[in-house]
C-alpha cells in the first residue's frame, strides 16, 4: 500500500513587494515619526486614525483605473460592495470629513501615519506597501493654511535631523499654469470643458518632465511621442508656438521670488486665474518670510509640476540639496521626500459642495535613507545590557538584576538560551547591539559582587589597542552587587 506523501511545506518568504522590517530600523522610523508628530502637535493638528479598509467607492477617480477597481489596489468584493485596502491616506480624510462634517471644528486640522497598500508591480526600493505621513487642513480657502503647511515641513525636516541648508521647499501653483494655458489657447475661461482632453494630455506632459526631458514633453505636447519600444502616445496637438508658451512657464524660474512672480505675470498676460495664482505665489512667500522662512529655504518655482493634474492651487514639494553616492559611486542630489498642495475638489465627490483643502505627505522610507545617508544613524543601535547565565539554579537573582537595571530605565534582559556555552552568550549579546554583560558566577555570588562587561569598549580594544591600552582601559569591571546600576550607568555613558 502506497504511503501518503508528506504535505509540502510552506516557502518561508515575503510576498513579493512587501518586506520585513526589524529592530534597529523600526525603532527609526518610530523615533523619527515622533518627532515629525511632535511638531504637527506643536502647530494644533491632531491625530486620525482611519481603517485600513475603505469602500472602492470612498476612494473613486483617485484610483489608477476607475473601471477595473480591483486595478491597483488590494480589493474584493462582500455581499456585493468592492472594498479595498487604503491607496493613501488622502481619500480616508475626504470621507471622514463628510462623515463628520457636522461634528468636526472647522477647519479641520488632522495629521495621520500609517501604511498603504498599492498593488502595481514591484521593482527596486518599489514595495506594494509603504508608510505615510501626511498633515492636512480643511475647511481653510486662504493660502494663509498653504503657508502654514509649507513651515511645518521645514520644522519637521529639521527636527527628524535634516539641517538648514540641506533642503529646500519649491513652490508652484496650478491656476498660474491654468493661466498659461489660456494664453496658449489651450484652455478657454468661458468654457472650461471645451479642450477637457487636451488640457488633461497637457498636464500629464508636463508631470513627465523630469523623466523625459523637454524633447518628450514637447512631444507629447505636439502630435505625439514614439517611446523605445515603440509604443505611441498620442499628443496634445498644440502647435510649437503655443508648446513654447507652454514649456515656458516650466522655465520661468528667475533669480529670485520676484524675478520669478515678473516672468510668471507676462506669461499668464490678461487670464485673471492666472493673475489670481501669480498673487497666491506672492502671498505664501510673504508669510513664510514673516515665520522666518526666507529664500534660503523657500524658491517659487514653476518647474515643480508634481499633480498638477490633481491639484487645484498651490503645489509644493521639499527636496534634499546634499548629493549621496548612486549604486556606481557616482554623486547626485537626494531628491525629493515630501510633496503635496491644494485640493479643492476631494471632499465635493461625497457633499456636492466644494470645500477647500490642503496638506502634504512626507516619504517616510525616502526620508530615512536620507537620515542614514547623512550620518545620523550611522552608530549601532544599542540593544539591551544582558544578564548572562552561570548557574541555572540561580535565575531568580539572574532576573533580579534585570529588573533593577529596567527599574533605573536601562534596557536589559537574561539570557534564555543554553549556557552552557558562555562564549555563545557574548556571541548573543554581540547580535543584539548590548553594550555591556553582567556576569555573576558562583565566586563573585559568594564575595557579594558582579562582573560587568563593556561590550563596546571590548570591541574597540580587540580591533588593535596596545597591551598598555588595554591595562588603561579594562573591558570590564568587578563592583559590589550593590552598585550594579550604578556601575552600569557610568559604563553606558
Not at 302 to 311: D, E, I, K, S, T
Not at 352 to 361: D, E, H, L
Not at 376 to 386: I, K, L
Amino acid at each position: 500500500m502506497a504511503k501518503d506523501k508528506p504535505a509540502r511545506r510552506p516557502r518561508a518568504e515575503t510576498p513579493r513587494g512587501f518586506r520585513d522590517w526589524f529592530g534597529a530600523e523600526v525603532d527609526r522610523r518610530r523615533a523619527m515619526l515622533e518627532a515629525i508628530a511632535e511638531i504637527y502637535r506643536l502647530h494644533g493638528f491632531e491625530a486620525l486614525e482611519t481603517p485600513a479598509v475603505e469602500t472602492v467607492e470612498a476612494l473613486g477617480k483617485f484610483l489608477p483605473d476607475v473601471d477595473r477597481p480591483n486595478e491597483g489596489v488590494f480589493a474584493w468584493v462582500e455581499e456585493g460592495d468592492w472594498l479595498a485596502l487604503r491607496y493613501d491616506l488622502t481619500a480616508p480624510l475626504a470621507r471622514v470629513a463628510a462623515q463628520y462634517r457636522n461634528d468636526l471644528p472647522q477647519p479641520y486640522r488632522r495629521y495621520a501615519m500609517g501604511p498603504v497598500w498599492r498593488n502595481e508591480k514591484p521593482g527596486p526600493g518599489r514595495f506594494r506597501q509603504f508608510t505615510q505621513c501626511d498633515a492636512d487642513t480643511v475647511g481653510a480657502p486662504t493660502v494663509a493654511a498653504d503657508a502654514e503647511i509649507c513651515a511645518m515641513l521645514a520644522a519637521a525636516l529639521e527636527a527628524t535631523g535634516i539641517p538648514r541648508g540641506d533642503y529646500v521647499i519649491r513652490v508652484n501653483n496650478r491656476k498660474v499654469l491654468n493661466g498659461v494655458m489660456e494664453a496658449a489657447g489651450v484652455l478657454d475661461p468661458a468654457d472650461p470643458d471645451r479642450f477637457a482632453a487636451e488640457r488633461g494630455i497637457v498636464l500629464r506632459a508636463i508631470d513627465k518632465l523630469d523623466r523625459l526631458g523637454e524633447a518628450g514633453v514637447r512631444a507629447l505636447l505636439g502630435a505625439g511621442r514614439r517611446d523605445e519600444s515603440g509604443d505611441f502616445t498620442k499628443g496634445a496637438g498644440l502647435s510649437e508656438a503655443q508648446a513654447d508658451i507652454v514649456l515656458a512657464f516650466t522655465r520661468a524660474r528667475g533669480a529670485d521670488g520676484a524675478a520669478t512672480l515678473a516672468a510668471l505675470q507676462a506669461l499668464v498676460g490678461g487670464s485673471a486665474a492666472g493673475a489670481e495664482g501669480v498673487a497666491e505665489l506672492a502671498e505664501i512667500a510673504t508669510l513664510l518670510d514673516a515665520q522666518g522662512i526666507g529664500a534660503d529655504r523657500l524658491v517659487l518655482d514653476p518647474a515643480v509640476v508634481r499633480g498638477l493634474g490633481y491639484y487645484t492651487g498651490p503645489v509644493f514639494e521639499a527636496e534634499l540639496t546634499f548629493e549621496i553616492a548612486d549604486e556606481k559611486g557616482n554623486p547626485r542630489q537626494f531628491g525629493s521626500v515630501a510633496g503635496g498642495g491644494r485640493y479643492d475638489d476631494l471632499v465635493k465627490r461625497f457633499t456636492g459642495q466644494t470645500v477647500p483643502a490642503t496638506g502634504v505627505s512626507i516619504g517616510v522610507d525616502r526620508l530615512l535613507s536620507a537620515l542614514t545617508a547623512k550620518g545620523r544613524f550611522a552608530d549601532r543601535a544599542r540593544g539591551p545590557v544582558v544578564v548572562t547565565v552561570m548557574d541555572r539554579g540561580r535565575m531568580a537573582d539572574y532576573f533580579a538584576m534585570a529588573a533593577e537595571l529596567r527599574a533605573a530605565g536601562i534596557a536589559a534582559e537574561v539570557f534564555l538560551g543554553n549556557p552552557k556555552d558562555f562564549g555563545k552568550q557574548l556571541r548573543y549579546a554581540d547580535r543584539r547591539a548590548s553594550p555591556a554583560a553582567v556576569i555573576q558566577g558562583s565566586d563573585e555570588a559568594a564575595r557579594g559582587a558582579v562582573v560587568v562587561k563593556d561590550l563596546v569598549l571590548g570591541a574597540q580594544i580587540a580591533a588593535g589597542a596596545t597591551r598598555a591600552e588595554w591595562a588603561a582601559r579594562p573591558a570590564q569591571v568587578e563592583c559590589a552587587r550593590g552598585d550594579l546600576v550604578a556601575t552600569v550607568r557610568r559604563m553606558l555613558g
